[in-house]
């Protein structure tokens, strides 16, 4: 194996021990309600992270209808193990102050400097990402002087707090896939044609960036509505009109994150947070974006139809 695959294969790995201390975690808890049910949801996740190159795309595909199931028939809840006394936690807040942001911070910093290096290297840039959490970990242990066993612990106590729907994104990413394979832009090209002029351009530019958004709302990840609405309309209603394809592509492109802000679908983005915060209403990160992301798409019409053109 190539260099950025072994990489790529260790960062999988990695996660797939988290999952699998997850599922033992839950499995210990004999007062979690489908425990059961539960320890084998993350035990499959593991499996699949950590041996995924090296089984029959059919058994992945078992693994990922057996996650389905179980969610949708006995719910995945976190187990009540190795919860930290509020008290503790409150106490070593107040010390900490805020350092406690140093390796949040340091994990952008490292994923930047991985990226720098990566490319120079002629390896790709996806690996910076998980780079830079490793190193922000070690960070983390410095600064919070925390026994390194925390690690996994409270890795695997945040992935149950998040549930199912942290592993969302990748799914709707494979689904993105799974579209432009279909043809779905095709389809979806053929429908546009029938509604909208073809030879006018602020109508193509409304098109494309509205259908980034709301497609980024049904699939909750604007890179996989990227590569369908951009064939569907992007292309053939704005490019083919004339339009400057670097503009384009870059505008369409965040303007589908104008839907990211609007969807419970981008669950890493609007759900997690609202978990993470304790927050009452699931959807209150949803509802503060919503005008923010309004405003956002209509300055991305603006800005493609003037610069593109």
Same mark, same amino acid.
């Given at each position: ?28 808890? @004999? ?14 996740? =593991? ?20 996650? =389905? ?76 002087? =925390? ?8 890795? =695997? ?74 064939? /569907? ?8 009109? /004339? ?5 384009? @592509?870059?505008?369409?492109?965040? @303007? ?9 679908? @981008? ?43």
């Amino acid at each position: 194996m190539t260099p950025d695959i072994v990489i790529g294969e260790f960062f999988f790995i990695l996660v797939g021990v988290i999952f699998a201390i997850t599922g033992g975690l839950c499995g210990k808890d @004999a007062a979690l309600k489908n425990r059961i049910p539960a320890a084998t949801f993350w035990f499959i996740l =593991a499996f699949a992270f950590i041996t995924g190159p090296w089984v029959p795309a059919w058994l992945i595909g078992i693994c990922v209808i057996a996650l =389905a199931t179980i969610t949708a028939v006995w719910g995945v809840k976190p187990a009540a193990v190795d919860r930290p006394d509020p008290a503790h936690v409150e106490e070593r807040a107040s010390k900490l102050g805020y350092k406690v942001f140093i390796p949040a911070l340091s994990l952008a910093v490292f994923a930047l400097v991985a990226a720098t290096v990566y490319q120079k290297l002629e390896m790709p840039t996806y690996l910076a990402v998980g780079t830079g959490a490793v190193l922000a970990t070690v960070v983390g242990l410095v600064v919070t002087k =925390a026994p390194a066993k925390f690690v996994a612990v409270d890795g =695997a106590r945040l992935t149950m707090d998040v549930g199912p729907v942290g592993i969302l994104p990748q799914l709707l990413a494979a689904l993105g896939a799974v579209f432009t394979a279909a043809g779905v832009g095709t389809v979806i090209a053929d429908t546009v044609a029938k509604v909208i002029p073809a030879h006018n351009p602020l109508v193509g530019v409304i098109a494309y960036c509205v259908g980034m958004a709301l497609f980024t709302v049904i699939m909750g990840n604007g890179f996989a509505a990227f590569s369908v609405i951009t064939v /569907g309309i992007g292309i053939p209603f704005v490019v083919a009109q /004339g339009g400057n394809p670097i503009i384009v @592509a870059a505008l369409g492109l965040t @303007a589908g994150y104008c839907g990211t802000l609007l969807t419970p679908m @981008a669950a890493n983005f609007n759900v997690v947070p609202a978990v993470l915060l304790e927050m009452k209403d699931k959807y209150g990160v949803i509802k503060s974006q919503a005008v923010t992301a309004t405003l956002l798409l209509l300055v991305h019409i603006v800005l493609m139809y003037t610069l593109a053109f």
